[in-house]
């Protein structure tokens, strides 16, 4: 059974740090696409980071560069997003995704976690 379990959200004050995990189960981690994607309180859902499978560089959304690093862990099945200087408009459920790297219709999403920027 495949599964994406988020952790590590939560409550902080702005300028502060989080790190999310996304622990990966029931599929080859390594030939996987990762993901981290956000939604606002009504907001369509945001691609924040990726990260390949294999080969090539890391990808951010605009608003989070220099701030958010995606980082993977292949012998853990574990992906993480450390977010750094946080702000208020920061504040979204973040959600982590797997695409095969080949087999796009292979995709998964987590339940997702809740980050809160507020003083």
């Known amino acids: 059974q495949v599964q994406l379990v988020e952790s590590g959200g939560g409550l902080v004050q702005p300028g502060g740090s989080l790190r999310l995990s996304c622990a990966a189960s029931?599929?080859?981690?390594?030939?996987?696409?990762m993901s981290w994607y956000r939604q606002a309180p009504g907001k369509g859902r945001e691609l924040v980071a990726t990260?390949?499978?294999?080969?090539?560089?890391?990808n951010y959304a605009d608003s989070v560069k220099g701030r958010f690093t995606i980082s993977k862990d292949n012998n853990k099945n574990t992906v993480y997003l450390q977010m750094n200087s946080l702000k208020p408009d920061d504040t979204a459920v973040y959600y982590c995704?797997?695409?095969?790297?080949?087999?796009?219709?292979?995709?998964?999403w987590g339940q997702g976690t809740q980050v809160t920027v507020s003083s």
């Open positions: 990260i390949p499978s294999v080969r090539g560089s890391t």
């Open positions: 995704n797997a695409v095969h790297y080949l087999l796009e219709r292979y995709a998964y």
């Open positions: 029931g599929f080859t981690f390594m030939l996987y696409t």
